[in-house]
């Protein structure tokens, strides 16, 4: 079955910057999707068709696609941040129209 | 604005059927979109579990096609979840959410119940 890869975790400390990646083969082919779920919460769309912003969303937030490989990033973070973050994508074999990812945990320190 | 609330058992004993429903207020489910539902086993990622339009038609995840069914009420505004011959292995969070994207291969989910949880114990 189609898989996409995360990082379990990265840590970075307020104000830099953070770089969350996701890894599959049907990238290339596909749009990936980002969601950020704090504790205790639903998730929450935060990117969109590789890089686009849903309303609301602080700029901070945006992404990027590069071969297999799609990049949420975050600038400057904020202790807010602070969170699971979950891309998603398509089985461009059509096996599966919805694949998530692990997951990655951002610390902030 | 549009919210979504799931509903439903939260204790389901092994071997029985779990069901579950969400209901849509502040848009009619008639109007488009397809709806899903996605659970999440505590401390475990996202799990995509299936989809339905307000036509009726269904789309599932492979892995759970063969003890799952999704149907929808348009007259209630709601659509529900069926989950036959429950294991341990599917106590989890159950979310509804509504589902944007131009193709079935551009699905994501913009808009997300607050989940409830369903233990799966005897």
């Known amino acids: 079955s189609y898989e996409l890869t995360q990082p379990p975790s990265v840590s970075v400390s307020p104000g830099q910057t953070a770089r969350i990646t996701c890894s599959g083969d049907?990238?290339?082919?596909?749009?990936a999707y980002w969601y950020q779920q704090k504790p205790g919460q639903a998730p929450v769309l935060v990117i969109y068709k590789d890089s686009e912003r849903p309303s609301g969303i602080p700029e901070r937030f945006s992404g990027s696609s590069s071969g297999t490989t799609v990049t949420l990033t975050i600038s400057g973070v904020q202790a807010e941040d602070e969170a699971d973050y979950y891309c998603?994508?398509?089985?461009?074999?059509?096996?599966?129209?919805?694949?998530f990812g692990g997951g990655t945990k951002l610390t902030v320190l | 604005q549009v919210q979504l609330q799931e509903s439903g058992p939260g204790l389901v004993k092994p071997s029985e059927t779990l069901s579950l429903t969400c209901a849509v207020s502040?848009?009619?489910?008639?109007?488009?979109?397809?709806w899903g539902w996605i659970r999440q086993p505590p401390g475990k990622g996202l799990e995509w579990i299936g989809s339905i339009y307000h036509s009726g038609s269904t789309y599932y995840n492979p892995s759970l096609k063969s003890r799952v069914t999704i149907s929808v009420d348009t007259s209630k505004n709601q659509f529900s979840l069926k989950l036959s011959s429950v294991t341990a292995a599917d106590t989890a969070v159950y979310y509804c959410?509504?589902?944007?994207?131009?193709?079935?291969?551009?699905?994501?989910?913009?808009?997300w119940g607050r989940g409830t949880l369903v233990t799966v114990s005897s």
């Open positions: 959410a509504r589902i944007s994207g131009d193709s079935r291969f551009n699905w994501y989910f913009d808009l």
């Open positions: 049907a990238l290339p082919k596909q749009y």
């Open positions: 998603q994508s398509a089985d461009s074999s059509g096996t599966s129209y919805v694949v």
């Open positions: 502040g848009y009619s489910i008639s109007s488009g979109y397809y």
